[in-house]
């Protein structure tokens, strides 16, 4: 599904407005109109009646004026409050403000901090509260009388239906710039931000629809959107043709597990399979081989040289001829983290020009020399930690700036980026960015990753990009969580039960 940054946002709607001729006053209609019709929803099903909507000066304030006067014409007790004084508002926003005048709605500015106590007072005498005070224009942090007012709108504990975004959040970021109103719903204007799928943008947003208010979808093209939300209409299976056998979907050689971690080899191999990868070898250390393979009833296994249960260098040349014989590889859960290993996984990667999946050890194994995948058909699925060692940036200064950093990473190194997290990003060669719709918080669970990297493997294996593999992938993890919930609930979900629902999963899409 689409998302527009701000920028592409307004050159949409400039295209819209002045190459087609799209009048900007009729955007602005529908804007408010289609927010007035999501607040009367809520009204009737609430049995409520009474609004009050805060706008600021710009055209995010105009949308306000429209939603008070179509709730006013349906009835609704609707009061207006400006953050700003009357004659501050121009354009398309004047106009309204001046019809809503006309009308006799009432209006009052709140631009002084002795009006606040009025404003409370309105807020705890209204049932929803319009915010239309900031919109995609919103230019750093917010400070002074309209910091309190959205204090007093969050603090009110009363039902906020933001327009086009919660105003104080940053819609290409999801950050928040000072302060932020916390929306019971987002009505945002005919394409998705960014700021509104990613934490903390998602908790402020709350459910978010998308309004069709009148710019063709097609200017989407136009401006070169790479942004997108990945919903099931993305990752529709192809059908499997009759006249096939496993060789058709993939050999697929999976290198990973140690003596302390046999289960991560276990959970990624098994995962494959699940996904539908036709043939998968797995290459653990010699020792570990028989706990593994015991439960592996599918899975071919091989046991490699070793060093105390841990995959030593010497272990080289076998899986070289392992590769040959395999379409794909994933290399790291489980294999830990010591000299040998890294030397391994960088001989690997530099000696196959094969899809490699690289996960948790694979990725500490290359931290200071990852020149190495530089243009390769590589896909790497580090969480923040990870990604934390691979760039030297601080975690909080990755979980801020989600896309810039997963945008850094590709632009240099020119492989697939899956940057997992509560809300996982894809940044793909090309420049594009995904970020996934599937997934709960039962999946922050030991064990859960692996299962990722198995499905992304199998999906590779069976013929996908690494771009379309990582988001078949993270849609379907993702899913097979959210069945998994159904049945476990958050608190007691484990990788196992993620593992047992990717059939079901991926059922969903036939
Ligand atoms: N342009 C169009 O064609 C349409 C725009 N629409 C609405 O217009 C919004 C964008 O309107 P605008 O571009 O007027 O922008 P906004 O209404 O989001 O806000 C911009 C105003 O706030 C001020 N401002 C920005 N950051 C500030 C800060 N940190 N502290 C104090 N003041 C600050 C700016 O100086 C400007 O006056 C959209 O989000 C959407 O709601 C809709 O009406 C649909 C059509
Ligand atoms: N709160 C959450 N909401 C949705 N998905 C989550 C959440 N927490 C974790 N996940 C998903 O679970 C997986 C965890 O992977 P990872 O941290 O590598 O686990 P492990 O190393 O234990 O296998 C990732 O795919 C991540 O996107
Ligand atoms: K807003």
Redesign the pocket.
């Known amino acids: 599904m689409i998302v527009l940054t701000s920028k592409q946002m307004r050159e949409v709607e400039k295209i819209a407005i002045e190459k087609i001729g799209i009048p900007s006053i009729g955007l602005m209609e529908n804007a408010g109109r289609e927010t007035a019709l999501e607040v009367k929803k809520i009204l009737e099903e609430e049995n409520l009646n009474s609004v009050i909507v805060i706008s600021g000066k710009g055209n995010n304030g105009g949308d306000g004026y429209v939603v008070a006067r179509n709730l006013y014409n349906w009835g609704v007790d609707v009061k207006v409050f400006l953050t700003t004084s009357l004659g501050a508002i121009s354009g398309d926003a004047k106009v309204n403000l001046d019809a809503i005048l006309n009308m006799g709605i009432y209006v009052a500015e709140i631009t002084q901090r002795e009006h606040l106590k009025f404003l409370e007072k309105t807020i705890k005498d209204s049932d929803v509260i319009v915010d239309a005070i900031y919109g995609i224009g919103l230019k750093g942090e917010i400070s002074g009388i309209t910091k309190e007012i959205i204090e007093m709108i969050n603090q009110a504990n009363k039902i906020v239906v933001s327009v086009d975004i919660p105003s104080g959040l940053n819609a290409d970021t999801g950050k928040i710039e000072g302060c932020a109103v916390r929306a019971t719903k987002t009505v945002t204007m005919q394409f998705l931000k960014p700021g509104l799928l990613v934490y903390p943008g998602v908790d402020y947003a709350g459910e978010v629809r998308v309004a069709e208010i009148g710019i063709p979808y097609r200017l989407a093209a136009e401006v070169g959107y790479n942004y997108n939300l990945v919903t099931s209409e993305d990752v529709k299976l192809p059908k499997r043709h009759g006249n096939t056998h496993k060789g058709d979907y993939g050999k697929a050689l999976i290198i990973a597990g140690s003596k302390n971690m046999t289960g991560?080899a276990y959970l990624c191999a098994k995962s494959a399979i699940k996904a539908g990868c036709g043939l998968v070898k797995l290459a653990v250390p010699q020792s570990v081989q028989s706990v593994i393979q015991g439960g592996l009833y599918e899975v071919i296994t091989y046991g490699l040289e070793e060093q105390n249960g841990i995959l030593s260098h010497n272990a080289l040349s076998s899986v070289l001829e392992l590769i040959e014989e395999s379409d794909v590889i994933a290399i790291g859960?489980g294999l830990t983290h010591d000299r040998d290993i890294s030397q391994l996984v960088y001989d690997i990667v530099k000696n196959t020009d094969k899809p490699v999946v690289l996960?948790?050890d694979a990725l500490n194994a290359l931290v200071g020399r990852l020149e190495v995948i530089q243009g390769k058909k590589i896909i790497l699925?580090p969480?923040y930690g990870?990604m934390s060692r691979l760039t030297g940036l601080k975690i909080d200064e990755i979980k801020n700036n989600l896309f810039e950093v997963a945008k850094t990473f590709i632009d240099r190194y020119k492989v697939t980026l899956v940057l997992?997290?509560?809300?996982?990003v894809i940044a793909t060669k090309e420049g594009s960015i995904y970020i996934?719709s599937t997934?709960?918080?039962g999946?922050?669970?030991?064990?859960?990753?692996?299962?990722?990297a198995g499905m992304i493997t199998a999906f590779l294996a069976q013929g996908f990009s690494e771009e379309k593999a990582a988001i078949y992938g993270?849609f379907y993890?993702?899913k097979a969580?959210d069945i998994a919930k159904e049945y476990v609930g958050e608190y007691g979900m484990t990788?196992m039960d993620i593992l047992e629902n990717i059939p079901e999963a991926l059922k969903c899409s036939l």
Request: zero cysteines; proline letters at 6%; glycine letters at 20%.
């Open positions: 991560a859960p996960d948790a699925t969480h990870e997992k997290g509560a809300k996982t996934n997934g709960n918080p999946m922050a669970t030991a064990g859960s990753g692996d299962v990722l993270i993890h993702g969580g990788a």
